[in-house]
Nanobody, 111 residues
């Protein structure tokens, strides 16, 4: 069955960095576009970044220039490098192949 397992979340100070990972299994990873979404308390789940099977990336305006999505097809893993983190980046971050979702990983940006 399809599994998407996120890791790398945690508590970080404003201005800091984190790298999220999402290990995928149960489908042909290299053929699928992958994405990261986030959901803050009381808010809807929003797209943060996506990457196509050929490596074309897309970002929400709020994270452009700070976040980078990448993938390693040999490891069936997609990453989200997050730099210059702000308090408004605090949310649960979810990995998705646009059909299935991971369980999410909490990112908290606070001093």
């Amino acid at each position: 069955q399809v599994q998407l397992v996120e890791s790398g979340g945690g508590l970080v100070q404003p201005g800091g960095s984190l790298r999220l990972s999402c290990a995928a299994s149960g489908f042909s990873f290299s053929r699928f576009a992958m994405s990261w979404y986030r959901q803050a308390p009381g808010k809807q789940r929003d797209l943060v970044a996506s990457i196509t099977s050929s490596g074309t990336t897309n970002y929400a305006d709020s994270v452009k220039g700070r976040f980078t999505i990448s993938r390693d097809n040999a490891k069936n893993t997609v990453y989200l490098q997050m730099n210059s983190l702000k308090s408004e980046d605090t949310a649960v971050y979810y990995c998705s192949n646009f059909l299935f979702w991971g369980q999410g990983t909490q990112v908290t940006v606070s001093s």
